[in-house]
């Protein structure tokens, strides 16, 4: 008999592992990071061949993660790009400064 998996445990979200982000559980692979190179035009097998170690249904459970949560997991991308942006910024201030 085979075993089923119960896809709602596929994401976890813990406070203590990537920010609380949400991630494929077992892993320390964040919806965003998929859904980064799915936006970059990878398809679901693309992306689990890249990582190696995540499985077809553990891409499409974290991209159903996300079309389900869009709006909020977008923000969180919007703040995480600014916050790069700025930090850079900084970096470089620093850099002609010296």
Do not use: C
Request: hydrophobic share 40%; proline share 3%.
């Amino acid at each position: 008999m085979t075993t089923l998996v119960n896809i709602g445990s596929l994401i976890i979200q813990t406070p203590d592992v990537r920010r609380g982000y949400p991630r494929i559980a077992g892993t320390g692979v964040t919806v965003q990071r998929v859904v980064g190179w799915y936006k970059l035009g990878l398809a679901p097998e693309e992306i689990a061949d890249r990582f190696g170690h995540l499985s077809l249904a553990q891409v499409h459970a974290a991209l159903a993660y996300y079309h389900a949560n869009q709006f909020a997991l977008e923000k969180i991308m919007l703040e995480e790009e600014a916050n790069a942006d700025r930090l850079e910024s900084e970096h470089l201030s620093t850099q002609n400064n010296s």
